[in-house]
C-alpha cells in the first residue's frame, strides 16, 4: 500500500432531518481503502444515520456523496449492496420463515434460474460454500426461524459477503454476538481491511473499539467532534468527547430540594418477559427519580412495568400508602393516581387521527360527568380549554387533528391529557424526545413544579444532562438492573455516569 | 390559504353535512329521473320501511366499527336469528316471546363473536368470515327450500302498532345516548383511534369489545323481528343484502371503516336511508339489479379511499 491510500466513500456537508429532529448536522467523513474506522457517539448522534445513508437505507435531507469518485445517492440497500456497499444493521435482518440461503441471496434468485424456475440445489450449494469459508457452521438449507439471534447475525454477515463488498459497515451488531462470534467478525473485519475494503464499525464497546479499529471518529448531536488515531485512542478521553457538550444547564433547575421519606411506589424483585430479573426500585413523595443507561439497558421496560403495562413474569409493583395497591394493568395503574407518557409518543401515546379535545378528555369521563353515566359536554370542553390554556398548546382549536402539530405541541397535548387528571404519580420516559428546547424548558419547569407540589416523577431519559439536571437520584442501568445510584446532592457529572453505562 | 385548509379540515361540522346532502342530492336526482315517480309518498314509504332494518342493524354495528374492528357478518345474523324467532313464534304463538327470545339469542351470539376474537386471539374480521358462511349455513339448513310464512293477522297487528317505527326510535335513542353521552362511545373511539394509546388510558380492548358487540346484538335482535314484520315470511334469501347495506350504509354516513374519532351514531341512519334509495331508485330507472350491486361495490371503494382517518400502518400521501 502506498502512503496516500484511495477514497472509498466521501461525504460531504451531509445533513438529515427528521420532522423537527435534526439526526445529522453538516457531516464531513471520508472511509479510505483498506482503514477500519470506528464510529462512536451517544444515543440520537447520528452515527447509525450516516451510514444507513451510505448504505442505501434511507436519503439525506442535503449533502453530497462520492463513492470511488462518483456521486453516490443509492435507491435502496439492494442496489448499494450490489454496488459493494454493505451494512449489518442492529435490529435482526433476517425473514424468519425461508431458508438461510434464501436469506443470503435475498432480491438476488434470478442468479439461479435455469429457464423458467430458481434451481434451490444451486443457491444452497452456493450459500453453503460462503458459510463454509467464513468458518460459519450452520446448514444453508435451514430455515432460519430455527437459528437464534447470533447465528441470524452470522448469516447476515455471510450475505454480506457474497457482494464482495467494497466497504463494510457494521452497526452495533457485536451486542448480539458471543465471543466466538465476535472472534470470527474481528478476522473477517481485518481480512477484508487487508483486501483493501474500507470497514466502518459502530459499536457502543470502547474496549473493542480500541482493539480493532485504526482510527475512530466521534459524532455528537449530529456533528462530527473529531477524529482519533489509533495511538490517540484512550477511553477516558474518546467519553468525554462523546458527552462533553457545553454546559447549558441552565434550564434545568438549580435548587438543592430534597424529597420526603414516604415510600409512594415500590418495585418488589419485578421480573418481566424481556429484560428485566428481579428488579427493585422504591420511589418516594416528592422525588424525581433519573433512570439513566443505553437505550436497551431495560430503562423503558421498566417504566412500562411500573405503570403495569409491561409483560411481568414474576414480582410485583406496589402503590404504597393506607391500603396498598397492586399495579396489575393500566385501568389499575391510572385509578390510583399513576400516568405514563411513552417513548414511543405517537403510537403509544396519542391518537394522532383524533382531534386534540378527544385525546386531552379521555382522562377526564368520570370527572366531567353530570348526571349518572351522562358526560356533560360544556364540562368536558373546559376540562380540555384549561390544558390547553395552561400548557399553552399551539392550535386552531380544540378540534385541530393531533397529527397536524408539531412535536413539541404533541408532547404537550399527551402532558395535558394527563395533568387532567391531576396524577400524584407520572412516569415519563423520554418526555422531552424530539423536542425544541422551548418546549422542553417549559416542560422541566412543570416536572420541577409538579415535584413541589409533592408529586413522584420517574424520569427515564437517554440524555445524561437532563437527568443530572433535574433528578433528585439518579440509576444508571445496564443489562435490566442498576448498576449505580448517585443523589443530587453528590452532584455526578456526565463523564462519572458514563462509566457505569458502557 | 393552507391555514384555511387546516381549518376546513378540522372542522367537525362539515364532514357531518356531506352526507345529508349527499341523501338529499340522490332523492333530487332519481326523483328528476322517474318524472316525480320516485318521491311519491308511497314510494318514501316503503323506503322508510326497508331502510329502517338497515338503519336498526348499522346503528348497532356503529360501536364494533368505532374500534376499528369490522364485523361482516352482520346480515347473516340477522337473517339467523330472525329465522328462529319466526320459528319461536310459530310454536308459541307469543309476539313478546319471539321479541325477547330474538334480543337474547342475537345478544349471545354477538357475544360469542366477541370472546372469540379476544380468547383466540383472532383479529375480528376472520372471525366474523367464518361466522358469516357457518351462521347462513345454519340458517339455510333450518329453513331448507321451502319459506317460512307468518300469519297475516300477527304481521298487521304489529304494523298497525307501529312496532318497527317505535323500535327504532327507542333504540336509536338508548344508543345515541350511549355513544356521545356516556363514556362507552368515547372509550371506543380512542381504542379505535390508536389501540395501545387506548389500553394505555386504562381501556381494555376486550371488554369495550364485547359490550360494542352486547349493544350491536340488539340491533340485531329487533332487527331481526322488523325483518319478520316487514315481509311477512322467511326464506333463504332472506337479508342477503343485509351485511353489504350496514357496511355501505356506515361508510355513506360519513364514517371512516378504520373507526376512530370520526365514528358518529347517525351515519347509521342517514347511510342507510341513502343505501335504500340508492338500491330503490336505480332499479326504478330501470338498471339491472346485477349493476346495481356493481355500481354499490364501486361506491364503497371510492368512500374508503377517500376516508379521511387512515390506520398508522396504512400508507398515507404525506409518506
Redesign the interface.
Known amino acids: 500500500m502506498t502512503e496516500t491510500k484511495q477514497v472509498l466513500l466521501e461525504v460531504k456537508d451531509m445533513c438529515k432531518n427528521f420532522g423537527a429532529t435534526v439526526a445529522l448536522n453538516h457531516v464531513d467523513l471520508t472511509l479510505q481503502a483498506g482503514e477500519i474506522r470506528g464510529l462512536i457517539g451517544e444515543n440520537g448522534s447520528g452515527k447509525s444515520t450516516v451510514s444507513s445513508i451510505a448504505a442505501g437505507m434511507q436519503k439525506a435531507t442535503s449533502g453530497e456523496m462520492f463513492y470511488l469518485g462518483e456521486p453516490w445517492s443509492p435507491n435502496s440497500m439492494l442496489e448499494a449492496q450490489q454496488k459493494g456497499i454493505c451494512m449489518i444493521v442492529q435490529e435482526k435482518g433476517t425473514i424468519p420463515n425461508i431458508t438461510v440461503a434464501e436469506n443470503i441471496f435475498l432480491g438476488h434468485a434470478d442468479m439461479f434460474k435455469s429457464g423458467m424456475f430458481i434451481s434451490m440445489a444451486k443457491m444452497i450449494a452456493e450459500a453453503q460454500k460462503i458459510l463454509d469459508d467464513l468458518g460459519i457452521e450452520i446448514k444453508a438449507d435451514e430455515k432460519t426461524y430455527k437459528l437464534d439471534i447470533e447465528q441470524c447475525k452470522l448469516v447476515e454477515i455471510a450475505k454480506a459477503m457474497f457482494w464482495k463488498p467494497k466497504i463494510f459497515i457494521v452497526d452495533e451488531t457485536t451486542t448480539a454476538l458471543s465471543q466466538k462470534g465476535r472472534d470470527l467478525l474481528y478476522k473477517l473485519m481485518h481480512r477484508l481491511s487487508a483486501e483493501g475494503t474500507g470497514v466502518m464499525f459502530i459499536s457502543h464497546d470502547l474496549d473493542e473499539l480500541i482493539a480493532q479499529c485504526d482510527a475512530v471518529t466521534v459524532l455528537r448531536d449530529g456533528k462530527i467532534i473529531g477524529s482519533l488515531n489509533r495511538d490517540e485512542m484512550e477511553p477516558g478521553h474518546m467519553k468525554q468527547m462523546m458527552v462533553g457538550r457545553e454546559v447549558t444547564d441552565h434550564y434545568y433547575r438549580s435548587d438543592e430540594d430534597t424529597y420526603g421519606e414516604e415510600v409512594v411506589l415500590k418495585a418488589d424483585y419485578l421480573t418481566t418477559r424481556r429484560d428485566l430479573l428481579c428488579f427493585n426500585l422504591e420511589l418516594h413523595k416528592g422525588e424525581i427519580l433519573g433512570i439513566g443507561g443505553l437505550s436497551e439497558c431495560g430503562m423503558h421496560t421498566v417504566g412500562k412495568a411500573l405503570f403495569g403495562a409491561a409483560n411481568v413474569i414474576d414480582g410485583e409493583i406496589i402503590k404504597t400508602g393506607k391500603k396498598p395497591v397492586k399495579i396489575t394493568d393500566p385501568a389499575t395503574a391510572i385509578v390510583n393516581g399513576i400516568a405514563y407518557t411513552s417513548k414511543d409518543r405517537d403510537n403509544e401515546s396519542l391518537g394522532l387521527n383524533s382531534p386534540i379535545a378527544e385525546n386531552i378528555a379521555s382522562t377526564g369521563y368520570e370527572e366531567n360527568k353530570v348526571l349518572g353515566p351522562i358526560i356533560s359536554y360544556k364540562k368536558e370542553k373546559n376540562y380540555v380549554e384549561k390544558q390547553i390554556d395552561s400548557l399553552s398548546i399551539k392550535c386552531n382549536s380544540e378540534y385541530q387533528y393531533v397529527n397536524t402539530l408539531s412535536g413539541g405541541n404533541k408532547q404537550k397535548v399527551v402532558f395535558g391529557k394527563w395533568m387532567g387528571m391531576d396524577p400524584d404519580i407520572m412516569i415519563l420516559d423520554c418526555p422531552t424526545r424530539g423536542i425544541d428546547i422551548g418546549v422542553k424548558v417549559s416542560m422541566y419547569q412543570l416536572i420541577y413544579e409538579m415535584k413541589k407540589q409533592g408529586k413522584s416523577i420517574v424520569l427515564i431519559s437517554e440524555e445524561l444532562p437532563e437527568l443530572i439536571g433535574m433528578s433528585d437520584r439518579i440509576l444508571i442501568m445496564k443489562d435490566g438492573a442498576v448498576v449505580h445510584e448517585a443523589l443530587r446532592s453528590e452532584h455526578p457529572t456526565e463523564q462519572q455516569l458514563v462509566e457505569y453505562m458502557i | 390559504m393552507k391555514?384555511t385548509f387546516?381549518?376546513i379540515?378540522?372542522?367537525?361540522w362539515l364532514g357531518r353535512l356531506l352526507s345529508p346532502l349527499f341523501l338529499l342530492f340522490l332523492i333530487v336526482l332519481f326523483a328528476i329521473l322517474t318524472k316525480g315517480r320516485f318521491a311519491q309518498l308511497k314510494n318514501l314509504k316503503i323506503l322508510i320501511e326497508q331502510g329502517m332494518v338497515v338503519a336498526t342493524v348499522a346503528t348497532g354495528a356503529t360501536f364494533i366499527y368505532a374500534t376499528g374492528n369490522v364485523n361482516i357478518s352482520m346480515g347473516a345474523s340477522t337473517a339467523l336469528i330472525a329465522t328462529l324467532a319466526a320459528k319461536i313464534y310459530l310454536a308459541t304463538n307469543s309476539v313478546v316471546l319471539m321479541i325477547a327470545a330474538s334480543i337474547v339469542m342475537a345478544v349471545i351470539l354477538m357475544g360469542v363473536m366477541a370472546s372469540l376474537s379476544t380468547l383466540l386471539r383472532i383479529r375480528v374480521l376472520y372471525v366474523t368470515v367464518v361466522m358469516m358462511t357457518l351462521l347462513s349455513s345454519i340458517q339455510k339448513s333450518i329453513v331448507g327450500s321451502a319459506t317460512i310464512s307468518l300469519p297475516n293477522d300477527m304481521i298487521m297487528m304489529m304494523k298497525s302498532a307501529y312496532f318497527p317505527y317505535i323500535t327504532f326510535a327507542v333504540y336509536f335513542i338508548i344508543c345515541l345516548?350511549l355513544f356521545h353521552?356516556?363514556?362507552i362511545g368515547?372509550?371506543l373511539?380512542?381504542l379505535g383511534?390508536?389501540a395501545?394509546?387506548?389500553?394505555?388510558?386504562?381501556?381494555?380492548m376486550s371488554k369495550y369489545l364485547l359490550i360494542a358487540f352486547l349493544i350491536s346484538g340488539i340491533g340485531v335482535g329487533l332487527g331481526a323481528v322488523m325483518t319478520i314484520v316487514r315481509t311477512a315470511s322467511i326464506g333463504s334469501d332472506t337479508c342477503s343484502t343485509l351485511n353489504m347495506d350496514v357496511l355501505l350504509a356506515l361508510v355513506l354516513g360519513g364514517m371512516s371503516v378504520f373507526g376512530?374519532?370520526r365514528s358518529h351514531i347517525f351515519a347509521a341512519s342517514i347511510g342507510a336511508l341513502t343505501v335504500t334509495v340508492l338500491n330503490n331508485g336505480l332499479l326504478m330507472v330501470g338498471i339491472s339489479n346485477i349493476y346495481v350491486q356493481a355500481i354499490r361495490g364501486i361506491i364503497f371503494i371510492i368512500l374508503v379511499f377517500f376516508s379521511q382517518?387512515?390506520?398508522?400502518g396504512l400508507p398515507s400521501k404525506e409518506g
Not at chain 2, 9 to 12: F, L, N
Not at chain 2, 309 to 312: E, G
Open positions: 391555514n387546516a381549518k379540515k378540522s372542522s367537525r345516548i353521552y356516556t363514556s368515547r372509550k373511539r380512542v383511534t390508536n395501545v394509546c387506548g389500553e394505555f388510558t386504562g381501556f381494555k376512530g374519532s382517518t387512515r390506520p398508522n
